[in-house]
């Protein structure tokens, strides 16, 4: 098949399900202008998804092509029953342009993705083989929770449910999931350029000072616009260093000391994402480049669905605290669980948004905080409740929550209870260069706030008025305070609080571009050129990051090389790959394959994540940061050299049992790592059943 049929095919999955779950979305939000249209589609992965995914772990339905088609089937016919009965098509008619507009922007984002990522493919470097690996894994399990591929014979110990979307997608569809990976990153790029859009849209249609028609009205189709690009395309003020030389990533200086100097060519993209030092602030756009599928990248669409959500609780007037109905309760909790299974901090932020939205419907009345304190308990347990089966697979592995900059007397406590106090945690960001990662969302704040500021009255109707906008500002601006002061504990001694400031600058980041993209069409429309001139500069600077981000990462788009991800394998090790592909076509179920271990970001546990196949240890570190020991994996690492190279065939044996190990991978790798490598004592126990140039794959005879 051609990459063109492959984007087709995908695109029509997308564009069946967003039809089946209209009639939901349009339920869900009738006050929005295109009735939830983009939403449908992601509440319809949602749905299938996780559906898939009870049923199979609480053995009811394995996961197989079947069993999503046949959830499909169930919704389409409860589809069909709502049409029907609600007489949903002929509401929905006169929406119908708007739905063909968004339709053309979703296909146009998912095909200008998919043609960019066909300049490099390679499912390789950086966290490519975990994500690959999980959701190969995922493909050929029959019940969760999926085997971790990387320490048989245990489970994925981590957050998977983002991956198993992908899985859900390639099993519907049957193509090859060395293309599907592929595709997976050109329909999220599209879903949140979609579903920003219609964020943006819909806060301009319900918000804005002077109603109108979507129709009559481009300043709600432009609200959508900009939202979209600032959220999905936007970078931070860091690419101002372009414009200047001697920039140094190791020990970064403030620009205004730098000679001036163009430097367009020499700009390193990832530097705007690891500027404060030891931290990690990315964005969207550099995520879409970098291409690794990890959950915080899944987690986009279901974010922006629940922000929809918090939209129109907000804006209807008979949605009071008291009255939120069972519907909108239960597909917040859902998502919240979702969130936890799939980008775990998610889970916290939000549930702290939640609390931050209901106070502001009801005016900031601390009378009601009994009320909105029992809504929040509510979906708290049935956000429990709807990831139960998860928890109970899983082992938790956070350290605790650290306390930067703690006072003496505390850091010789050590610890009470979960906070930790550590002497030489005292690293906060300087306030320059917060200035300069989140200085332009803050600047387009900050003029509309000058320019509605005239008096007291000025003040109260800017509050009254604004009174969501202010709270999405609210809570981002937490979002980006709280890892001043507290962070999550990992494994990282030197980066400690990386994780923290990354998945809460995240979150920051795509609330603060809707906002932003919001205010700035509420300065055009107010005419407000002074601000907007000031502001041209600021936004040029954000606007040009993916220019080198994309002409970087994908060689200026000059070498057209398609979407399936494993040349690289075939150019790297032909023969090795002639043999995974050997194995992931024949070799059933989830048996144990022997591969040689390597380091973290090596090509070392390419067997396992190109075939799903679990292997005696993996990346150890990865599985380190999994389970929060080394201890396992440790032990692993001289055992899998002891099986390559022991000269005791009965030792070999033994370890061979232990971790019940039915095949044996010996390619380009396991003969450059061992080298008193001992492949005949593989003769003698068992066949080889795959050889191509000196790689072999050998059956282990039982």
């Not at 550099?286 to 669409?301: A, E, K």
């Not at 980041?509 to 502001?535: D, E, N, Q």
Request: aromatic share 18%; proline share 5%; glycine share 6%.
């Amino acid at each position: 098949m051609s990459d063109l049929l492959f984007i087709f095919q995908w695109w029509l999955i997308w564009l069946f399900l967003g039809i089946t779950f209209l009639p939901f979305a349009a339920h869900l939000f009738p006050s929005f202008f295109d009735k939830g249209y983009v939403f449908a589609k992601i509440l319809g992965i949602l749905a299938v998804s996780y559906i898939a995914w009870l049923a199979s772990s609480l053995k009811i339905l394995p996961f197989s092509s079947w069993g999503i088609l046949a959830i499909y089937i169930i919704f389409v016919i409860s589809s069909a029953i709502f049409y029907y009965r609600k007489k949903t098509v002929s509401t929905l008619r006169p929406y119908l342009k708007i739905f063909a507009i968004e339709e053309l922007l979703f296909l146009g984002g998912f095909v200008l993705w998919a043609y960019i990522k066909s300049f490099e493919p390679s499912i390789h470097g950086l966290e490519k083989y975990m994500d690959f690996g999980f959701i190969n894994s995922i493909l050929r399990t029959d019940f969760f929770p999926p085997k971790d591929l990387w320490l048989t014979p245990h489970s994925i110990n981590y957050y998977y449910f983002g991956h198993l979307t992908s899985a859900v997608l390639t099993k519907i569809s049957g193509l090859d999931p060395a293309v599907t990976y592929n595709l997976t990153l050109a329909h999220l790029f599209a879903l949140t350029l979609t579903a920003s859009f219609s964020l943006g849209a819909n806060l301009w249609h319900l918000f804005s000072p002077k109603s109108a028609s979507w129709r009559t009205n481009y300043l709600t189709l432009l609200s959508g616009f900009l939202g979209a690009f600032l959220v999905t395309l936007g970078g931070n003020l860091h690419t101002i260093y372009a414009f200047f030389q001697n920039y140094a990533a190791e020990n970064p200086v403030p620009f205004w000391t730098l000679p001036v100097q163009l430097n367009l060519q020499s700009y390193w993209y990832p530097n705007a994402t690891r500027f404060i030092p030891f931290t990690i602030h990315e964005f969207p756009i550099y995520s879409f480049v970098v291409s690794d599928l990890h959950g915080h990248v899944f987690n986009i669409p279901f974010v922006l669905l629940l922000l929809a959500l918090f939209i129109v609780i907000f804006h209807s007037q008979q949605l009071s605290v008291s009255r939120l109905n069972a519907v909108r309760l239960s597909l917040i909790s859902l998502l919240i669980a979702v969130f936890l299974m799939t980008n775990v901090l998610d889970g916290p932020i939000y549930l702290l948004s939640i609390f931050l939205v209901l106070l502001a419907k009801e005016r900031f009345s601390f009378s009601k905080l009994k009320l909105i304190t029992y809504h929040l308990s509510l979906i708290t347990f049935l956000t429990i409740l709807f990831s139960l089966p998860y928890w109970l697979a899983f082992k938790p592995f956070g350290a605790g929550i650290g306390v930067l900059c703690a006072p003496k007397f505390l850091t010789d406590a050590g610890k009470i209870g979960p906070l930790l106090f550590e002497a030489d945690h005292c690293a906060r960001s300087p306030i320059w260069m917060l200035a300069l990662l989140w200085g332009f969302f803050y600047s387009v704040v900050l003029a509309f706030s000058f320019k509605s500021l005239r008096s007291l009255k000025g003040l109260k109707l800017l509050i009254s008025e604004n009174l969501l906008i202010i709270t999405f500002t609210l809570f981002a601006t937490i979002l980006i305070i709280i890892p001043e002061f507290f962070y999550v504990k990992d494994i990282y001694p030197a980066h400690y609080r990386a994780n923290t400031v990354f998945k809460f600058g995240y979150q920051a980041f795509m609330i603060l571009g809707l906002v932003s993209g919001y205010l700035l069409i509420r300065l055009i429309a107010a005419k407000k050129l002074i601000p907007l001139i000031l502001l041209l500069p600021l936004f040029l600077l954000v606007s040009i990051y993916p220019f080198f981000a994309v002409n970087s990462y994908f060689g200026g788009l000059k070498t057209y090389k398609g979407l399936y991800g494993l040349t690289y394998l075939n150019e790297l090790y032909p023969a090795d790959y002639q043999a995974i592909l050997w194995a992931r076509d024949n070799i059933k179920g989830q048996p144990v394959i022997l591969e040689a271990q390597g380091d973290s970001y090596t090509d070392f546990a390419r067997v396992s994540s190109n075939t799903g196949l679990p292997t005696v240890i993996g990346w150890p570190v990865h599985e380190w940061l999994w389970r929060g020991s080394y201890d396992e994996a440790g032990k692993r690492v001289s055992d899998v050299s002891l099986l390559y190279e022991s000269q005791d065939q009965e030792l070999t044996k033994n370890l061979l049992k232990k971790y019940n190990a039915e095949y044996v991978f010996i390619g380009a790798l396991e003969r450059q790592k061992y080298l008193n490598l001992n492949e005949a004592k593989f003769e003698s126990l068992g066949k080889v059943i795959f050889s191509s140039g000196q790689t072999k794959i050998y059956q282990l005879t039982k």
